[in-house]
């Protein structure tokens, strides 16, 4: 199998249809009754075990900068290229958490037509994402937050300071997920892990790619069904869930809405009233694929 360096890096890396209509439809339901899908080789969490191996044509333990798996789907060994300055700011080994029920609170403005702040602190741990702020909207969004899931656009404004919302919390452990793009390994990771130290978590890449590949799926069988077209980036919202469902027994989210339009009666955001685009994310594709995992009891869709 020939090595792919970092790859894919991009949605546009992978081609538009990589299916036929039988082959997407078949695979979406594989994918969606497997969403737990950690194992010895695809891990959740960055860490420097990851980076050791043993090198039988040395006879020894051997260090390397990359993390390497194996893709059956496309018969290519992956390569995942880390900055050498980053290894000693990781965790030795994997943190382990485990929780009964989570919550995943979207930052859609519908969490403005319900009061479940107080259901949603009752949670043993409240996913929340892009650093939004809860104070003043307790009664509706809670006020607890375990895991914020973090995009690039947000970890470079708070390691700027230029965020418009400041937290004293220094408690909630910080995810960047982006880890399947180079930029943000190199570019971002670092300073971040610095900066916070073991509140700052990086998904694995292998992880944060197979989350990549499950919304790729399903978004083409969707499409053949539908014959309709939806954009290829996921939203921060579906590596939040994907995350929860590895480490919860079930999970309930909260504030997600299918906006598909500035007409749309609720607010984009329950925080502000910036208007809403639809030009980067299909927020009613991921709806669609969060309401098949409620039929399969996966996760339950509150608000």
């Known amino acids: 199998a020939r090595a792919a360096k970092d790859r894919p890096t991009t949605q546009d890396d992978l081609p538009e249809r990589t299916h036929t209509p039988e082959e997407a439809r078949y695979l ?14 695809t891990r959740l969490i960055t860490h420097r075990r990851q980076f050791v191996v043993w090198n039988a044509t040395l006879g020894s333990v051997v260090h390397r900068n ?78 607890r937050t375990t895991f914020q899931i973090v995009n690039s656009p947000n970890i470079r404004e708070m ?71 939806f954009h290829r980036k996921p939203m921060s919202g579906l590596y939040a869930t994907m995350m929860a469902l590895q480490i919860c027994d079930h999970v309930d989210l909260y504030g997600f809405d299918a906006y598909t339009s500035s007409k749309t009666r609720n607010l984009y955001h329950y925080f502000d009233h910036v208007q809403g685009f639809t030009d980067v994310h299909s927020f009613d594709l991921a709806m669609h694929i969060f309401k098949q995992l409620q039929r399969r009891g996966i996760l339950s869709v509150k608000s």
């Open 66 to 143: 990359y993390i390497e798996y194996f893709d059956s789907d496309t018969n290519t060994t992956m390569e995942y290229r880390f900055p050498p300055e980053l290894f000693k700011l990781l965790p030795l080994n994997e943190p382990t958490y485990d929780y009964k029920r989570c919550a995943v609170v979207g930052n859609s403005g519908v969490s403005l037509l319900h009061l479940l702040g107080p259901e949603i602190d009752g949670h043993d741990a409240v996913f929340r994402m892009n650093l939004a702020p809860v104070r003043g909207f307790e009664q509706h969004v809670g006020r």
């Open 159 to 229: 390691l700027t300071g230029t965020l418009r919302w400041r937290t004293n919390d220094n408690t909630t452990k910080l995810v960047m997920f982006e880890t399947g793009t180079q930029f943000a390994r190199y570019h971002l990771a670092p300073s971040l892990l610095e900066e916070h130290g073991d509140r700052a978590l990086l998904l694995n890449p292998n992880f944060a790619n197979q989350c990549l590949k499950l919304w790729l799926t399903l978004k083409e069988s969707i499409e053949y069904d539908w014959n309709v077209q």
């Open 28 to 41: 979406s339901k594989k994918l969606l009754n497997n969403v737990r899908f950690l194992d010895a080789t």
